[in-house]
């Protein structure tokens, strides 16, 4: 455990992230935030109760209006866990609520975590026991389906559902005045990969999501990227689409 404050990442005038962490062993996806003039809304909540507490310091330390709501991007663990720390009503797809009334219904929490560490020794985990007395999944209240956009004072945001092979509830949450499109981990493989390479990537998808309103690329697990580092990938994946098909 770290006490030392988080470090805050500021991509847009009103759109700041907690960058994912670098150490893989840790799967702490990024965490978006909106700041309006009166409210924060976070995008993905953290993957535990000590990382939520640490977001709301992080949020303190910038004066940012008080959290109103959490919209996930998917269901997942890592995205989900440190909801409950909030106390404020979440948003996200349909199927979302679903997964996690489902995850809720067969008890998903602790038991769940040691399994992904008995497979993954190298798995670093953020949890005391006093946080798994508190710990409870928190399911949206609010959910879409398709697309839909909100009204957040002046900001706007939208939300399309995208599905995909890593989580069939994937929504990506545009930030439609600055740019910020957030991923989640909507073009990633399927989770049951412990060590997914880039060539599993649905670059089909990320093609797809190309905006020319958007030059900010936030997803779970990498450094946010900009229109030009999207382009260079998709390219040297058909490069190597390429090649491969060429041997
Ligand atoms: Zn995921």
Redesign the pocket.
């Known amino acids: 455990m770290t006490n030392s404050p988080l470090k805050l990442t500021q991509i847009s005038p009103n759109v700041w992230i907690l960058p994912r962490h670098p150490d893989k062993n840790r799967v702490q996806?990024t965490v978006g935030m909106v700041l309006t003039a009166k409210q924060t809304i976070l995008i993905d909540a953290g993957n535990s109760l000590q990382l939520a507490r640490q977001i709301q310091a992080a949020l303190a330390a910038i004066d940012a209006p008080p959290i109103s709501h959490i919209i996930y991007t998917?269901h997942?663990w890592?995205?989900s866990f440190g909801a409950c720390v909030y106390g404020v009503p979440v948003i996200a797809h349909q199927l979302s609520r679903q997964f996690l009334s489902q995850m809720q219904q067969e008890n998903v929490g602790e038991a769940y975590l040691r399994t992904k560490v008995e497979r993954n020794p190298k798995l670093i985990l953020d949890w005391t026991a006093e946080d798994w007395a508190e710990f409870e999944l928190v399911l949206p209240e609010i959910t879409y389906e398709g697309q839909k956009r909100l009204q957040f004072d002046d900001v706007s945001l939208e939300l399309v559902s995208v599905g995909g092979i890593?989580?069939a509830d994937s929504t990506v949450i545009k930030v439609v005045n600055e740019g910020v499109m957030f991923l989640?981990?909507c073009y990633?493989p399927a989770?049951r990969y412990e060590e997914p390479t880039d060539q599993m990537l649905d670059m089909a998808m990320l093609a797809n999501l190309l905006d020319e309103q958007y030059d900010h690329y936030i997803d779970?697990h990498n450094a946010p990227m900009q229109t030009r580092h999207v382009r260079r990938i998709l390219r040297s994946q058909a490069l190597l689409a390429r090649l491969n098909s060429s041997r």
Do not use: E
């Open positions: 996806a998917h997942h890592d995205h890593h989580a989640g981990d990633y989770p779970g």
